[in-house]
């Protein structure tokens, strides 16, 4: 055998052993019976109750691969969700309340993040056929200088909101407030029922919220993502566990490496806006995470 044949072989070796690690399936862990999941029953496009959203479609892709159910423990996504959820024991059984959370924030003290399954970036949005083509901010400032001024739908502290101002657009605005009492209500109303309904002409939010909720409606709507912000306000998510499961956070990394072309698909059904051709600047400061041991 020559010594070109011999590497021949050890690298068809390491090829073959790759592909067999890539495509082992993934097993729970000692004891896991269930994929429980920690969501928001009325949080469109993320989850609800019926399990239309797309982290509930990801966590039965998830249940797939393991080969185990999937089970919700519901509570709104506002302040305190990660206290209430999947750092609370059931005081009959000591159990957690449920042991992954959705969509969390790829740089996070409060629970341990997974690498990012999707990203996105602040959007706006108007009504089609209505004479005019906003691509930009400094557009609406055009359009509404041009013609009748365009009334803007922004939620309370808002990202687009400083630059909205400085365009001398301050006076156009209605502010909505991002989180009312009644929990069933979704940031989507602001597409739904103010731009739906001609309340306002254009609004600002974020950008898989605007894209799934223009393409629902039944009024033809535009979704432009403001990809004018730059790479700094393009934020990425993560599942996210307990910091002590550490087990249970690396099987969840190894589940999105090898399921990402399925992830992405079901991302890709709820129309979020396009990141491509984002202002490279300004950049996005890197973070250095926290030791974890």
């Known amino acids: 055998m020559t010594h070109f044949q011999r590497w021949t072989i050890l690298l068809s070796g390491l090829l073959l052993g790759s592909v067999t690690a890539q495509a082992e399936d993934l097993k729970p862990l000692p004891g896991q019976e269930a994929v429980r999941v920690c969501a928001d029953g009325y949080n469109l496009p993320y989850s609800n109750k019926e399990k239309e959203g797309f982290d509930n479609k990801i966590a039965e892709l998830l249940g797939e691969e393991l080969g185990i159910p999937v089970e919700y423990y519901w509570f709104p996504q506002r302040i305190g969700f990660s206290r209430n ?9 000591g159990r957690f309340m449920c042991d992954l959370a959705m969509s969390v924030p790829e740089h996070t003290d409060f629970i341990k993040p997974t690498k990012p399954y999707w990203s996105s970036i602040e959007a706006m949005v108007y009504r089609s056929g209505e004479g005019y083509e906003l691509k930009t901010m400094e557009d609406v400032a055009r359009v509404s200088k041009e013609g009748k001024p365009l009334r803007i739908g922004l939620f309370d502290r808002g990202v687009a909101t400083k630059k909205l101002i ?3 657009l301050g006076n156009q605005i209605e502010y909505y407030q991002m989180m009312p009492g009644d929990a069933r209500v979704n940031a989507g109303r602001i597409v739904e029922d103010a731009l739906a309904n ?20 039944d009024v033809p709507m535009t979704v432009q993502p403001l990809n004018e912000l730059g790479e700094a306000m393009i934020f990425s998510f993560s599942m996210g566990t307990r910091y002590q499961d550490k087990k249970w956070n690396e099987l969840l990394n190894k589940f999105i490496d090898k399921r990402r072309d399925d992830i992405n698909a079901i991302i890709a059904e709820y129309n979020f806006p396009s990141l491509e051709n984002v202002n490279p600047y300004p950049k996005k400061k890197p973070r250095k995470d926290d030791d974890d041991d």
């Open 198 to 217: 001609g309340e306002i002409d254009v609004a600002f939010l974020w950008g898989p919220i605007a894209g799934y909720y223009a393409s629902v409606s």
């Open 85 to 93: 959820t999947i750092k609370k024991t059931d005081p009959e059984t």
């Open 166 to 168: 400085d365009l001398g």
